[in-house]
């Protein structure tokens, strides 16, 4: 089981290094204050407006860098660093939140497809693990080992598809928050800048996710079919 802690380990560390330089830029752009001296909560508001969506709710949420929109409640909810604040970092994270209650509006496929798989990757994710673990000690002793194990690793697949479906959503909403900044001429030139850069770290925390979570398939794939051959 050595190379599976390698990669939980090196992803890990990667993971830890991305996420730390993601606090540091959103607490860097922090600083650069809005010229309009809008907060994210009105960013947010008028972002739905200007996509002709009223039936959306911005709320705050508590702790740092929750943000998150909820298609079942129809709510932007915004952490309590960005639903009062008026800074580059608030409008990126405020807008982005807003691309994906566009993306909900217009049916967009991939959010669509995200949606669907999630109460299947829930309970996927909850089990795979123990019936790969499992099928690899029952493979031990019987010949049903290895189809437990492929079971499992069927399981786990689904939380790695998900966690690829979920990058074209988080750059799609990504892109539609900078072009509607830019069209809007909502933030200057600088402000621009640092909510577009904010927003490319936050999408890198899902790619390395996304990596890590395919790796890790790989090995347990790997893993299973090579004691086949045992």
């Given at each position: 089981?050595?190379?599976?802690?390698?990669?939980?380990?090196?992803?890990?560390?990667?993971?830890?290094?991305?996420?730390s330089?993601?606090?540091?830029?959103?607490?860097?752009?922090?600083?650069?204050?809005?010229?309009?001296?809008?907060s994210?909560?009105e960013?947010?508001?008028?972002?739905?407006?200007?996509h002709?969506?009223?039936?959306?709710?911005?709320v705050s949420?508590?702790?740092?860098?929750?943000?998150?929109?909820?298609?079942?409640?129809?709510t932007?909810?915004?952490?309590?660093?960005?639903?009062?604040?008026?800074n580059?970092?608030?409008?990126?994270?405020?807008?982005?939140?807003?691309?994906?209650?566009?993306?909900?509006?217009?049916?967009?496929?991939?959010?669509t497809?995200r949606?669907?798989?999630?109460?299947?990757?829930?309970v996927?994710?909850?089990?795979s693990m123990?019936?790969?673990?499992?099928?690899?000690?029952?493979?031990?002793?019987?010949?049903?080992?290895?189809?437990?194990?492929?079971?499992?690793?069927?399981?786990?697949?689904?939380?790695?598809?998900?966690?690829?479906?979920?990058?074209?959503?988080?750059y799609?909403?990504?892109?539609?928050?900078?072009h509607?900044?830019?069209?809007?001429?909502?933030v200057s030139?600088?402000?621009?800048?640092?909510a577009?850069?904010?927003?490319?770290?936050?999408?890198?925390?899902?790619v390395?996710?996304a990596?890590?979570?395919l790796?890790?398939?790989?090995?347990?794939?790997?893993?299973?079919?090579?004691?086949s051959?045992?």
């Amino acid at each position: 089981m050595g190379g599976y802690y390698l990669i939980i380990i090196v992803f890990g560390i990667v993971s830890s290094l991305v996420s730390s330089r993601l606090k540091k830029k959103f607490k860097q752009y922090s600083q650069v204050m809005l010229r309009n001296g809008m907060s994210g909560k009105e960013i947010a508001e008028q972002m739905l407006a200007d996509h002709g969506i009223r039936d959306v709710k911005v709320v705050s949420t508590p702790g740092m860098l929750t943000d998150h929109y909820n298609p079942r409640t129809k709510t932007v909810n915004l952490s309590e660093g960005v639903y009062s604040q008026r800074n580059a970092s608030a409008a990126a994270v405020a807008a982005h939140e807003c691309g994906h209650a566009v993306q909900h509006n217009i049916g967009y496929e991939w959010l669509t497809m995200r949606s669907t798989l999630v109460p299947v990757v829930n309970v996927a994710s909850s089990f795979s693990m123990w019936v790969i673990f499992g099928g690899l000690i029952l493979g031990q002793s019987t010949a049903f080992g290895q189809t437990i194990a492929l079971i499992g690793v069927g399981l786990f697949g689904m939380g790695t598809l998900f966690s690829f479906i979920t990058l074209p959503v988080e750059y799609d909403a990504s892109n539609r928050a900078i072009h509607w900044l830019k069209r809007k001429n909502m933030v200057s030139q600088q402000e621009l800048a640092g909510a577009e850069d904010a927003l490319k770290w936050a999408a890198r925390t899902y790619v390395v996710a996304a990596i890590g979570s395919l790796a890790t398939l790989l090995y347990f794939l790997l893993r299973v079919m090579g004691n086949s051959r045992d």
